[in-house]
């Protein structure tokens, strides 16, 4: 999520689907997916990471868009499913929190997503991860001031609805949390997106299902 001038968060563009939504959806409904695809779908936090090159795996393919929400990954989602990947990894719901939904309506938006995503393509393997830890002494997102608490609601309710849906649930906020909870300070320069070591951790938690 880049910065808007109003509330101090690119990420409330999404909700009018902006230039760069518009853009990035058009180009992934165009290239789409086959069955041997492994894709990453959500928002800035999987848009900003080459994670074929990370993985060293050509077949992974980054659906991530900046700022994008739950309403977004549904609109676009069958870009992703039509080509029946071999595996899907999703991640979504912090902008969500910063359009001040309710943890419990981004639980139940994301569990309608995975439902779509289970009936349209049940071949695939999906891998439902948690949201991260927010930082919010950076002072850089508004939207998302005093929105700790409802990070770790959303995640409290998931893990019921990923595994009702036939999904894996994968809980990577452990691994970024600080001893209060937060995104540790040392993997981020924003208090929300992450540096190079955040995403060398992310895929160490990741490689076990990518190469199952």
Known sequence: MAILSGCGCH???AAGRGE???QRASLF???GTDSASIVFFGNSLTHGCEWHELFGNPHILNRGINGDTVDGLRERRSAVTDGHPAKIFLLCGVNDISHDLSADSIASALGELIAEIREASPSTRLYVQSLLPIN???GRYKAIFGKEQTVRDVNAL???IVRRAG???IDIHSLFADEDGNLRADLTNDGLHL???GYAIWRDALR???EE
């Open 20 to 22: 760069l939504w518009g």
């Open 29 to 31: 409904e165009t290239l």
């Open 11 to 13: 990420c409330c563009e």
């Open 136 to 138: 919010n002494s950076f």
């Open 167 to 169: 999904a894996t649930w």
């Open 195 to 197: 540096l190079a070591p």
């Open 208 to 210: 076990p299902y990518v």
């Open 158 to 160: 998931l893990p019921d």
